[in-house]
């Protein structure tokens, strides 16, 4: 029998199939928000509110950090958790920077095939086609970023960081928080942020403002949810919460209909606009906290509905989320190439809107059906050992 590898620790942790449901409604809305013009697209979430699929993943992706590196980290194997963390980040650096080159060559090749230069400048590549040679080398360092690949840089630069953050919210969580906090303040008030290209330009998703949502996600993983039992349970929290989101819908709607937005006074919409995406402005941030408030209450972890079948396609992608957030991108450009080139109007141009999303979510739900087939398959684990030089080579060589 094989000798355990001494260099593994095992560190199990139940999962909470909540997160993998709704990340994969997320990967379902960044798809459909990312196709033009499409009607499937009014089901998502920015429509009714002002936080999107992108709140999801951020604080997901965070609580995750926290609820499974949090014990190993405070179990004494800070180095461990780091090797784990810092894999993560190459894989996904990795898959951003296939993800831009192939996400290039799709676009070019669509623009000279159909001699349609507009897509090189909605989405942003036109400057990587004329220089190559210099945007290559700003992609490498993720200063250049088409659009629809702002994601993920984000994540990498978060989870980056996420080892020293994780050791000091093990040890002084409230502390840590609020330097999360004043790092989110100093980022609006002195408007910190990374550098993009061209020149004069950052970072779509500030990473200095979007750590907070991060962050407060990992404090409540590693244990500060349970402080905040009191706060989810009360009256009080869930009229707000509730109260706050028919406000958001309110405001939303108004951007759609002239007499709503009649009703909005002129000294509301001074105060509310802009509504800051790149910063991630507090009306999104609390939109979100108030819609997770209610999810927390109401949804419990072990609650029956997640074992449905009906559920178990949108739990597949959202098990698999990096690879399907990919293909999800690929998927949105096709689709919105197919709209672009054979549907302009009418009752056509529906139907080809409803065929396209429709097409592209059972794409997306095949893909995380064969990768979850495929993770199931037995791993091939081969041991490969060094001769031992101190023994005599007959002696070695005995069978």
């Known amino acids: 029998m094989p000798n355990q590898d ?29 196709i033009p013009d499409d009607v499937v697209a009014w089901l998502t979430l920015k429509n009714y509110g002002f936080s999107d699929a992108a709140e999801f993943f951020v604080f997901i992706s965070g609580y995750l950090a ?65 220089h190559p040679d210099i945007l ?24 980056a960081i ?28 002195f408007d910190w942020n990374l550098a993009s290209y061209p020149p004069g330009t950052h970072w779509y998703f500030n990473p200095f403002a979007w750590q907070l949502l991060f962050f407060f996600a990992a404090w409540c993983g590693v244990g500060g949810v349970a402080k905040l039992q009191g706060l989810i ?20 709607m108004s951007w759609h209909s002239s007499f709503l937005e009649s009703l909005i006074p002129k000294w509301l919409v001074k105060v509310l606009y802009p509504i800051d995406k790149t910063d991630l402005d507090m009306l999104r941030l609390t939109h979100f906290l108030a819609l997770a408030l209610l999810v927390v209450r109401y949804f419990p972890r072990k609650s029956e509905i997640l074992a449905s079948k009906w559920l178990r396609p949108i739990i597949l992608c959202g098990q698999h989320s990096l690879p399907i957030f990919c293909f999800g991108v690929f998927l949105s450009f096709a689709a919105h190439w197919i709209l672009v080139q054979h549907a302009q109007g009418g009752a056509r141009a529906l ?15 095949g893909i995380a059906w064969l ?23 007959i002696e070695a060589g005995k069978a």
């Open 6 to 34: 001494t260099a593994s620790l095992s560190h199990r942790v139940e999962r909470d199939l909540r997160l993998d449901l709704f990340r994969g409604i997320g990967l379902w809305m960044i798809f459909l928000d990312h």
């Open 66 to 130: 926290g609820f499974i590196y949090g014990p190993i980290i405070r179990a004494g194997n800070f180095i461990a958790a780091t090797k784990r963390l810092l894999t993560r980040v190459w894989q996904m650096y990795i898959a951003h920077i296939m993800l831009f080159l192939l996400f290039t060559a799709q676009i070019s090749r669509t623009v000279r095939r159909f001699d349609n230069p507009m897509y090189t400048d909605e989405f942003n590549v036109h400057a990587f086609l004329e």
């Open 136 to 159: 290559i080398g700003q992609a490498l360092t993720l200063r250049y970023k088409p659009v629809d690949l702002d994601v993920l840089p984000l994540y990498i630069s978060l989870i």
């Open 162 to 189: 996420c080892p020293l953050v994780l050791w000091c919210l093990v040890r002084r969580p409230n502390w840590t928080l609020l330097g999360s906090i004043l790092v989110y303040i100093g980022a609006r008030v």
């Open 233 to 252: 349970r009360s009256r009080v929290a869930q009229a707000a919460a509730v109260a706050w989101m028919a406000f958001a819908l309110l405001i939303v």
């Open 351 to 365: 139907w080809m809107q409803l065929l396209v999303s429709v097409g592209g979510i059972l794409i997306m739900i």
């Open 371 to 393: 990768l979850d087939r495929a993770q199931k398959v037995p791993d091939l684990f081969v041991e490969v050992t060094e001769l031992d030089e101190s023994r005599p080579a």
